[in-house]
């Protein structure tokens, strides 16, 4: 009960009441993107809990970068437990220039116990295009440690050198010049659509409309006259105006850790579900609510109407056979807090979940994951 309370404390508080969203928050400008970088190198300096005798490339790589150095020495006679072969990973951020520094990621892919305190030693970052981008080096931090064979705290074979990564080459980046190319996080026709409208709405006398939406994820958008010498600032225009995309009614599903996360609003049509001891029943219903008005009253002096308004009212019997009763109607909200009210667990009202989908009695969308 408890478990299912915190699972679901997002749901069962009220409604919040999203704001209009910055560009910035839901798109990207195409050609402007971060791209990865990966490497091989060594770790040195550890304290006998580097690479085992049997890791046998550990070994090469040290007597080919002792080799290099004018010192030449058999693979086979080096000892290399003081040494950790690693991969060297980094993301090299859009229009990055030589000099600038990144952090860059280390983990061994030998035997080693622990990184701790090792020192990465230079290595190069290669991008997919295989050319070197940028080199690493220095002190690996790894946020964990290892005792012995007894008790290892995080996970100390995987460690980080902030500002370890020096960029030598320009990142590949194309930045736009007469046209604008927008990309949705989300492809979603309807915030599309209200993109276009609010470019267009923000330039209204550029000679016919800038910005067209060619799908419900890319809105291509021209260089208006005026701003083809400042693109940069015509972007940064771009990104402060504001939308109120549209989201879509989900509810998702994790089936390994029962944690479910759904919108307070998704509605559930008539429908019954039988669940072990768990009956399950929406039903149609409304009830007829009169005006308030003040008492007595004349028929002829009767202002407004009577309405008929839909009822969600949660039944529930302490009988073995649990029974809940929700009228048309109903949300999730309802459904789930009528649910919990019977002592369900979250496994439950996945299994519930899902079926109710399969019935078609969910007016969402059911992602499990």
């Known amino acids: 009960m408890q478990i299912l309370k915190y699972l679901l404390l997002g749901l069962l508080t009220p409604v919040t009441v999203?704001?209009?969203?910055?560009?910035?928050?839901?798109?990207?400008?195409?050609?402007?993107?971060?791209?990865?970088?990966?490497?091989y190198g060594l770790v040195v300096g550890l304290k006998g809990t580097g690479d085992r005798q049997q890791t046998l490339f550990s070994a090469q790589s040290l007597a080919n970068v002792l080799k290099r150095m004018g010192v030449t020495v058999s693979a086979s006679l080096i000892t290399v437990k003081n040494t950790a072969a690693v991969l060297v990973t980094a993301d090299l951020p859009p229009f990055a220039e030589p000099g600038m520094r990144?952090?860059?990621?280390?983990?061994?892919?030998?035997?080693?116990?622990?990184?701790?305190?090792?020192?990465?030693?230079?290595t190069s970052l290669r991008a997919a295009d295989g050319q070197v981008y940028a080199v690493a080096q220095g002190a690996v931090i790894t946020g964990g440690f290892i005792v012995g064979n007894v008790k290892t705290v995080n996970h100390p074979t995987v460690g980080r050198v902030p500002e370890g990564g020096l960029?030598?080459?320009?990142?590949?980046?194309?930045?736009?010049v007469t046209t604008v190319r927008l990309q949705l996080h989300q492809m979603d026709f309807g915030t599309a659509s209200q993109v276009a409208d609010a470019i267009n709405q923000k330039f209204p006398g550029a000679g016919g409309e800038l910005a067209h939406a060619q799908n419900g994820t890319v809105i291509t958008v021209k260089v208006p006259p005026e701003y083809l010498n400042r693109t940069v600032q015509f972007v940064a225009t771009l990104e402060r105006l504001t939308v109120d995309p549209e989201r879509p009614s989900k509810i998702v599903v994790n089936e390994r850790t029962g944690t479910i996360v759904m919108g307070k609003n998704v509605h559930v049509a008539p429908v019954a579900i039988l669940h072990g001891d768990l009956t399950v029943e929406v039903q149609v219903g409304v009830i007829v609510a009169a005006p308030a008005l003040p008492l007595p009253v004349t028929p002829e002096a009767i202002p407004g109407a009577t309405v008929v308004v839909p009822e969600a009212k949660v039944v529930s019997t302490a009988e073995k056979l649990k029974n809940v009763i929700l009228k048309e109607g109903a949300t999730i909200e309802d459904l789930v807090r009528a649910l919990n009210a019977v002592g369900s667990t979250p496994r439950d009202i996945i299994a519930i979940l899902e079926d109710l989908r399969a019935a078609g009695a969910l007016d969402c969308e059911l992602e499990v994951i």
């Open 18 to 39: 999203f704001a209009a969203t910055s560009l910035k928050d839901i798109l990207s400008i195409e050609g402007v993107r971060d791209n990865q970088l990966l490497g």
């Open 102 to 122: 990144i952090d860059v990621t280390a983990a061994s892919i030998g035997d080693a116990a622990t990184l701790q305190g090792g020192l990465l030693i230079m």
């Open 167 to 176: 960029v030598e080459k320009p990142a590949p980046s194309v930045a736009p």
